[in-house]
């Protein structure tokens, strides 16, 4: 079984960073493509940036320039760094593996539990 586990969420005031990782573990052959979403309730989850397992990446209108994402493929970690964090950054924080190839077989859509981010002064 696949697991990915996020970390690095905290409470910080606008204007300042944090470095969110997801660690894929089982396993783990290859690991596809990954996504950052972030869930605000009573909001629709969003996606934030993705990075294929070429390194090529996407990011939302609303986090372009600030955050940043990257991967360790040795270690099967995503990396979201996030720079001048705006209160409506606030959110849970998920990472997905949409193709995550194991010892095991081959598993699709993989989500995190969520690490929480706070803005707030």
């Known amino acids: 079984q696949v697991q990915l586990v996020e970390s690095g969420g905290g409470l910080v005031q606008p204007g300042g960073s944090l470095r969110l990782s997801c660690a894929a573990s089982?396993?783990?052959?290859?690991?596809?493509?990954v996504g950052w979403y972030r869930h605000t309730p009573g909001k629709q989850r969003e996606l934030v940036a993705t990075?294929?397992?070429?390194?090529?990446?996407y990011y939302s209108d609303s986090v372009k320039g600030r955050f940043a994402i990257s991967r360790d493929n040795a270690n099967n970690t995503v990396y979201l760094q996030m720079n001048l964090l705006m209160t409506e950054d606030t959110a849970v924080y998920y990472c997905?593996?949409?193709?995550?190839?194991?010892?095991?077989?081959?598993?699709?859509?993989?989500w995190g539990q969520g690490t929480p981010v706070t803005v707030s002064s």
């Open positions: 990075i294929t397992d070429g390194g090529s990446t």
């Open positions: 997905n593996a949409g193709r995550v190839t194991t010892a095991r077989g081959v598993y699709f859509d993989t």
């Open positions: 089982g396993s783990i052959f290859a690991l596809g493509s």
